[in-house]
């Protein structure tokens, strides 16, 4: 596709429950991205992706969030033992890395639709 | 860890009237995007700023990056209803390709 995509783009579950968010790029990007949004806030860093593996995972809050990303491509958001504080739009973005002399810096990040989780 | 403030917060202007937000962020970074949210939207890339005092013009925007890169304003001529949205910068520190979002200013543009 043309942009990011994301699916749900709405998912309302239960306390307690696990869920997936999906995350497909913009093909022939490397970085992707995952945020939390909640009403009113700027976006939450979670965990940034350069291909397959997670180069920052330093924003998911507990072990009950996971991402993965097997081929480098499609990411999964996983969300276990889901709370009601889990309930915000999960944003995720995906952007090529350029070479700045030595400094490899990202280039403008492309966000989806967003997923609105709401845990009931 | 890297912090990254917006003022103001909310922004009502007259259509027609100019209008600033301002970005700190706590860390020297390495390079600021600015990003505009419409209601219900997502946030969709404005522009990226990398040289400290850097100043970049967009017709009626104009971004600027501090000297010391820790600071960056984007100023809006002569507002639009076009322009109501939320205004993200995102600072990222160093060679690390984090990016974190400053929490906004929401403008509202009075016909």
């Known amino acids: 596709g043309a942009g990011v995509s994301q699916t749900p783009s709405n998912k309302v579950t239960e306390k307690g429950k696990y869920v997936e968010l999906r995350c497909d790029p913009i093909?022939?990007?490397?970085?992707l991205y995952w945020y939390r949004q909640s009403l009113g806030q700027g976006p939450e860093f979670l965990i940034y992706?350069?291909?397959?593996?997670?180069?920052?995972d330093s924003g998911l809050p507990n072990d009950r969030f996971f991402a993965v990303r097997p081929e480098g491509s499609v990411s999964t958001l996983k969300i276990q033992r889901t709370e009601r504080g889990d309930s915000a739009v999960y944003l995720c973005?995906?952007?090529?890395?350029?070479?700045?002399?030595?400094?490899?810096?990202?280039?403008?990040?492309?966000f989806g639709e967003g997923s609105r989780l709401t845990v009931l | 860890g890297q912090q990254v403030m917006q003022i103001p917060q909310y922004q009502h202007v007259q259509e027609g009237e100019d209008f600033t937000t301002y970005c700190n962020s706590s860390?020297?970074?390495?390079?600021i995007q600015w990003y505009k949210q419409r209601p219900g939207g997502h946030p969709v890339f404005l522009i990226q700023?990398?040289?400290?005092?850097e100043v970049k013009k967009q017709k009626r925007l104009t971004f600027q990056f501090g000297e010391a890169k820790k600071n960056s304003s984007l100023h809006i001529t002569a507002t639009q209803t076009t322009d109501v949205g939320t205004y993200f910068c995102?600072?990222?520190?160093?060679?690390?390709?984090?990016?974190?979002f400053g929490p906004g200013t929401r403008l509202s543009v009075l016909p």
């Open positions: 973005a995906s952007s090529l890395t350029k070479s700045w002399g030595r400094a490899p810096n990202t280039g403008e990040l492309f």
């Open positions: 093909s022939g990007h490397t970085a």
């Open positions: 992706f350069q291909g397959t593996g997670a180069a920052d």
């Open positions: 860390t020297t970074l390495s390079n």
């Open positions: 700023l990398v040289k400290s005092g």
């Open positions: 995102a600072g990222q520190e160093g060679y690390g390709q984090n990016f974190v």
